[in-house]
C-alpha cells in the first residue's frame, strides 16, 4: 500500500512519468513487513505498459533494504516485480525485527549481511507466484538454543510472500549450511529479550 507521495509529473508524447517520494507497506492485517521508504521512486505510463522502479530503505536508518522494478501490462493485467538485495548489513544500528515482525523471538543480535533477489509474478486471472533465493555468510546472532557464529547458508523460496522455502535434501543442506559454533546451557535459554 502506497502512502505520504509526492514528487512531480510529466506528459510527453503520451508517456505520463512520475517520479518522487513514497512509503510502501504491506495491506495485510497483520503486516508481513513495516514500512519503507523510497525518495527516488519513478513511474513511466506508455500505452498499456507501465514500468516503476526505486530504492527502497528502512525509514528511521536509511539503511538500502532492495532495489524494485516493476512491470506491468494493462492489456493483459500481468506483470512483474523484482526485488534486488545487494546486501543489507544487520549491526547495532539495524536488526532484522525491524524490519519484519516475523524474526520476533526466532533470532536477535544479528551481525551480519544478507544477499538475494526475488521474483513476484502475476497474470490476468488473478494468479501470483513468488520465488527468491537469499544467502549469507559468517553471520552471528542468538537463537532459541543459544548463540550461533559463522552461519552460511542458501535459502531458496518457493512462495516468498508467504516464506514458504524449498525442503533441501540432508546432504545438499549440509553442503550448503555451515555453523562454526553454537553454545548451550543454563544462561542461554532465551533467544530475545521481550519488551
Known amino acids: 500500500m502506497l502512502s505520504d507521495a509526492d514528487g512531480k509529473w510529466r506528459f510527453f508524447k ?6 518522487g517520494a513514497l512509503n510502501l507497506s504491506d495491506r495485510d492485517p ?11 521512486f519513478r513511474v513511466t505510463l506508455s500505452g498499456d505498459d507501465i514500468r516503476a522502479g526505486g530504492t527502497l ?3 528511521d536508518s536509511g539503511t538500502k533494504v532492495t532495489d524494485v522494478t516493476i512491470r506491468h501490462s494493462l492489456a493483459s493485467d500481468s506483470g512483474q516485480a523484482v526485488l534486488d538485495v545487494p546486501g543489507i548489513a544487520f549491526n547495532e544500528g539495524l536488526q532484522p525485527e525491524e524490519l519484519t515482525r516475523l524474526t520476533e ?7 551480519g549481511t544478507v ?15 513468488s520465488t527468491g533465493e537469499f544467502s549469507t555468510a559468517n553471520m552471528d546472532l542468538a537463537a532459541p538454543f543459544g548463540p550461533v557464529t559463522g552461519l552460511s547458508t542458501t535459502g531458496h523460496f518457493t512462495d516468498l510472500l508467504g516464506l514458504v522455502t524449498a525442503r533441501a535434501r540432508p546432504r545438499r ?3 550448503s549450511t555451515r555453523v562454526s559454533s ?3 546451557g ?4 532465551s533467544c530475545c529479550p521481550t519488551s
Not at 14 to 19: E, G, K, M, W
Not at 105 to 111: D, Y
Open 105 to 111: 523471538g526466532v533470532i536477535a543480535l544479528v551481525q
Open 57 to 59: 530503505v528502512h525509514p
Open 182 to 184: 553454537w553454545r548451550t
Open 30 to 40: 497483520t503486516p508481513r513487513f513495516y514500512t519503507l521508504r523510497s525518495n527516488d
Open 173 to 175: 543442506w549440509r553442503r
Open 14 to 19: 503520451n508517456d505520463l512519468t512520475v517520479s
Open 115 to 129: 544477499r538475494g533477489r526475488g521474483e513476484i509474478n502475476w497474470n490476468g486471472d488473478g494468479k501470483v507466484t
Open 186 to 189: 543454563s544462561s542461554n535459554t
